[in-house]
């Protein structure tokens, strides 16, 4: 079974984005008012695929390499998303954290102890590589929530007045 790591989450794509999916709708800090179910299955889909299609046996254990831009660049799009929606930082690694016990789920399939556990330090140490970059853009994506709230409420609390042109009118405070 050695070196069959990569087949094995490839052959059973479906059946983690099914346990996947079981594991965030379960959750009881699912956000239905955020996003519906269908547009949340289509993101995780996405992810999903990009992070089968950039694993090899090589780079399982090289969180780091250039193979997973695509899952990073997913990953930072949906945490930046998840940000502006109002989602919170723990339902954003709640959900990435539900990837990885979808992956170790299907690990379970592996009859040798010492291979299955070698295999799951992997997805392990790579998926707390993901939710470190989740959580940094995640971050980004909050910074920019706070900065346009702050530009709309000077914008709105200081009222200016054209008088003439160029001429502005503000009030002393």
Do not use: C
Request: no cysteine; aromatic share 6%; charged share 30%.
């Amino acid at each position: 079974m050695k070196h069959q790591t990569v087949k094995i989450f490839q052959k059973k794509k479906k059946n983690i984005l099914e346990v996947w999916m079981k594991n965030q709708i379960e959750n009881e800090s699912l956000r239905e008012d955020l996003m519906s179910n269908d547009d949340l299955r289509t993101q995780s889909e996405d992810l999903l695929n990009a992070l089968v299609n950039a694993l090899s046996e090589k780079n399982l254990d090289e969180p780091e390499s250039n193979e997973f831009a695509s899952v990073i660049e997913i990953l930072s799009v949906i945490s930046i998303a998840r940000a502006r929606k109002g989602y919170s930082q723990r339902e954003t690694a709640a959900y990435v954290q539900s990837l990885k016990d979808a992956m170790l789920e299907i690990l379970r399939d592996i009859k040798d102890a010492d291979e299955r556990f070698d295999i799951a330090l992997k997805v392990v140490k790579l998926f707390d590589y993901f939710s470190v970059t989740a959580f940094e853009t995640f971050i980004k994506g909050r910074e920019e929530v706070i900065l346009r709230q702050t530009d709309e409420i000077s914008e709105i609390s200081t009222p200016v007045i054209q008088v003439w042109e160029g001429i502005l009118a503000l009030p002393i405070i």
